[in-house]
C-alpha cells in the first residue's frame, strides 16, 4: 500500500526545536515534489515547504524562513523538517505530501498525503 507517514510531532516549550519525518512507503519519492503543511484549528491548511529533489532546491513560506530547513534521506526514502526557534503560533497540525506547488499555493492535485502529526508549542 501506497503511503506517507509523519512522526515527531509531539509538545514542545517556545524556542525549542523538533524534527519531523515522513517515510514513504509502496512509491519512490524521487518523481515528486514533496512539501509540509500544516493546519491549525480553525485556520485554513498552509504550505509551508516544497522541495524538488530533482535539483535540490526548496523553496519556504516567509513564516517559516530561517527557521524550518526540509531535507531528505534518499536511502530512506524519507523527508524531514527540521524547526527550530519554534513559537506558539507554529502550533498546528503537520503533514506532507506529494506534488506540492513551488508558489506554495494549494494545489487541486496531490497523489499523496500523510495523515498528520501534532505540534504544540507552550509553555
Known amino acids: 500500500q501506497a503511503q506517507l507517514v509523519e512522526s515527531g510531532g509531539g509538545l514542545v516549550q517556545p524556542g525549542g526545536s523538533l524534527r519531523l519525518s515522513c517515510v514513504a512507503s509502496?512509491?519512490?519519492?524521487?518523481?515528486?515534489?514533496v512539501g509540509w503543511f500544516r493546519q491549525a484549528p480553525g485556520k485554513e491548511r498552509e504550505a509551508l515547504s516544497c522541495s524538488s529533489f530533482s535539483d535540490g532546491s526548496t523553496y519556504y513560506a516567509d513564516s517559516v524562513k530561517g527557521r524550518f530547513t526540509a531535507s531528505r534521506d534518499n536511502d530512506k526514502n524519507t523527508v524531514y523538517l527540521q524547526m527550530n526557534n519554534l513559537k506558539p503560533e507554529d502550533t498546528a497540525v503537520y503533514y506532507c505530501a506529494t506534488d506540492c506547488l513551488y508558489s506554495l499555493t494549494m494545489g487541486t492535485n496531490y497523489d499523496y498525503w500523510g495523515q498528520g502529526t501534532q505540534v504544540t508549542v507552550s509553555s
Open positions: 509502496g512509491f519512490s519519492l524521487d518523481y515528486y515534489t
